[in-house]
Nanobody
Framework: QVQLAESGGGLVQTGGSLGLSCVHS????????VGWFRQAPGKEREFVAT????????YYSDSVKGRFTISKQTAKNTVYLQMNNLKPEDTAVYYC???????????????????WGQGTQVTVSS
């Protein structure tokens, strides 16, 4: 059974930076596409970024492109999300998610991911 554990959330001021980590366990890490989603109070869960299992291609939502960077370190079974120039609207619980067999058209769809972490809170103060 795949397990995902996020860490690195916290409180930061507008314009600041935070780095999130997602440690993957329970199966071969390299077989999974891993993404980050977020959910703000009263809003639906939304796609943030993802990194494909083979080749490592990355995809971002328009709202974070140019500010956030997703990367992975296979030797540590870990995916990272570096968040720079944070804005109050980035405030949310951030979730790590993993899936197999995703195609490009489903990478931004939360339903395409089979495994989810518990989430980590990111709060950006104005």
């Amino acid at each position: 059974q795949v397990q995902l554990a996020e860490s690195g959330g916290g409180l930061v001021q507008t314009g600041g930076s935070l780095g999130l980590s997602c440690v993957h366990s329970g199966d071969t890490f390299s077989r999974y596409t891993v993404g980050w989603f977020r959910q703000a109070p009263g809003k639906e869960r939304e796609f943030v970024a993802t990194i494909k299992r083979y080749g490592g291609s990355t995809y971002y939502s328009d709202s974070v492109k140019g500010r956030f960077t997703i990367s992975k370190q296979t030797a540590k079974n870990t995916v990272y999300l570096q968040m720079n120039n944070l804005k109050p609207e980035d405030t949310a619980v951030y979730y790590c998610a993993a899936g197999q067999g995703l195609i490009t058209s489903t990478l931004r769809d939360a339903n395409a991911y089979s495994y989810w972490g518990q989430g980590t809170q990111v709060t950006v103060s104005s």
